[in-house]
């Protein structure tokens, strides 16, 4: 994975100390919350329902073990033993003191990370696929170029102070596992009829309160242009994109408003511009980059078997386990969701377990996923049984992967100043519902994902199940989504009526999933059968 | 009555108005009638508090009831992890909130 050169190691350490400055300036006056806000929110401080909160950035959520005993160290001696992954492939800390925030972003820097643009209106953390540079089907890996437009976004002056934040997610598969049509900016990398890896561009996605897929608006960008083309997408957005209205500043908003068609014209017009003002790095930094991310030393000829005599493990195999490019090896996912959990919630000594596991069975190398799960990207099917009861011993080996119990949840009310209604507490009714009798096996693949509030930090609208919280006079209330689909099908749920109470929520999940079962046919999902016979049975039967 | 809540500087931590000071317990708080936003900026001005803001609230049998359930949380913890609460030991506090 990339390594810091001397420009990272001095633009992070002096941002450190730029903030332990602006941090002793509050504390003594001399800077008014005001003015401070602004500063603290660029280091990723927040402040939260209970206590300032600090979101630390996991670059398109690629972590080595270092990295990751660190987060757990942090958890321990800053906040109160344990961290939360986020939909943005990020971790955050939910009790983080002021005074000690600059001590965090030091020891932070120790280990090449930061917390820097997990906030504010600029171009924020780039996800991207967990299984990146693992995965048997992919095109190329795509975190070298997630890895370029990083360096690009970060520090960029002319984009600091966007309408409004903007992600941007890469991809180079055909199973989208990152949600590329709901960024401000999704790349997929392809090839072309000559065989030539590129970048197709997909712009103006989002969630939010107006969710919008994103239309793609150039098939084939060559690579030695693939950061002028984002420059020409972000200068666009800059010039245009609405300031006076938070609500409509997202480039989706413009997008829509003057059509994809325009906004390409517009596009190609500044990327034409652009070719000639020397805007792209030279190609030799790109392959710097990748030689960064070349595989591992692989174990030619690793056993091609695994032993499944332990059903439990057998179980977990099968769900939690993908094909991976490498004979003699498999992609392992952990869930951060057990039956009854909080999702994305990891204990300081998990987390630092975690770390371990990599580092004695992944080739250091951890990821996390925009599910809220942890990824061992390379383990070696020879060892995956001992892995496995490792993580089971900790509480982290439960077999729910892409199953209704392994809910995406934000935060919401529990911890979370911008939501209306909680979402945990229902995350965990739902998986404890789920859990008994067989159901959640039975159903089998069914993505559900919570949001406290319109804002969507839990996806809501991308859910085969969505479950939105608003706040009816006062009274937490849930409206129930169908259809929705973040993945390479992406579709945007649909509500299916009037909201319900914190168990009638529940109840109503169930009969939406009696429904599917009483009317699949053969092989097919929750989603797919939701889409074969409309939404109507659903609304019938859980409004009977 | 009207009570004031905010955020302690060098913690964040939740804080309320008792009438002379901050405290961390919701049960303190006094009711400032019409006087909430020059205590605020008084107060903020000093530094023994930021994003301070009056709410209502209401003496019930179990003390001070702030009148959102945003401010309950906020009062009390996250109600899915008692033990990180005020009232550790009371694994149904999060009941309170509802």
Known sequence: MYKYDQYDHAMVEARVAEFRDQTRRRLDGSLTEEQFRPLRLMNGLYLQLHAYMLRVAVPYGTLNSRQMRMLGDIADKYDRGYGHFTTRQNIQYNWIKLEDAPDILADLATVEMHAIQTSGNCIRNISSDQYAGAAADELVDPRPYAELLRQWSSFHPEFTYLPRKFKIAVIANETDRAAMRLHDIGIKLVKNDAGEVGARFYVGGGMGRTPMIAPMIREFVPLDQLVTYAEACLRVYNRYGRRDNKYKARIKILVHEIGAEEYTRQVEEEFAHLLGQGVEPPIAELERIMAFFADPPFEAGAAGEIDRSDPDFALWVDRNCHEHKQAGYVIATVSLKPVGGIPGDASADQIRLMADLAKEYSFDELRVTHAQNIVFPHVRKADLYTLWQKLDTAGLGTANLDLIGDIIACPGLDYCSLANARSIPIAQKISERFAQGGKEDAIGELKLKISGCINACGHHHAGHIGILGVDKKGVENYQLLLGGSEAEDTSLGRITGPGFDEDGIVDAVEKATDVYLAQRKDGERFLDTYRRIGIDPFKEAIYE | ?98
């Open chain 2, 1 to 98: 009555m009207k009570i004031l809540t905010g955020n302690d500087l060098k913690t964040g931590a939740v804080t309320w108005w008792d009438g002379s000071g901050w405290s961390l317990h919701v049960e303190d708080c006094a009711d400032v009638g019409d006087k909430g936003e020059d205590i605020i900026a008084r107060e903020q001005a000093a530094r023994r508090v930021f994003a301070a803001y009056v709410i209502d609230g209401e003496k019930t049998d179990g003390g001070i009831r702030p009148a959102h359930i945003k401010d309950r949380i906020r009062a009390l913890g996250p109600t899915v992890r008692p033990d990180l609460t005020l009232k550790p030991a009371d694994p149904e506090a999060g009941n309170w909130v509802i």
